[in-house]
């Protein structure tokens, strides 16, 4: 099993950055797919982007591509989201999850069996 423990959500305006962190738990770390995901009030969580295990591949989704960049460093247990030109429908709790292995294109919910607790982001217009 893994823990993860999101950090780095906060009040920002429109157009500003904002790096979110995951540190997780346990020594398998680069076996672990990783993913970004947000849930807004009243919507359903929706995948925002993703890492594969193996380190060779990222994906995004629509909304956020060409803003947001997930990276991982393995050594530090630790996954990053890196968030530019943000919007207020950006706003949203921020959750970090993961799944062993993967295909590198996991990109729903059902996908990732661990979660972390979730860091709100709220962009101000």
């Known amino acids: 099993q893994v823990q993860l423990v999101e950090s780095g959500g906060g009040l920002v305006q429109a157009g500003g950055p904002l790096r979110l962190s995951c540190a997780a738990s346990?020594?398998?770390?680069?076996?672990?797919?990783m993913g970004w995901f947000r849930q807004a009030p009243g919507k359903e969580r929706e995948f925002v982007a993703g890492?594969?295990?193996?380190?060779?591949?990222?994906y995004y989704a629509d909304s956020v591509k060409g803003r947001f960049t997930i990276s991982r460093d393995n050594a530090k247990n630790t996954v990053y989201l890196e968030m530019n030109s943000l919007k207020p429908e950006d706003t949203a709790v921020y959750y970090c999850?993961?799944?062993?292995?993967?295909?590198?294109?996991?990109?729903?919910?059902?996908?990732?069996?661990?979660w972390g607790q979730g860091t709100q982001v709220t962009v101000s217009s």
């Open positions: 890492a594969s295990w193996s380190g060779g591949s990222t």
């Open positions: 999850a993961a799944r062993i292995y993967g295909l590198g294109y996991e990109t729903t919910t059902y996908d990732y069996p661990y």
């Open positions: 346990g020594r398998t770390f680069d076996t672990y797919t």
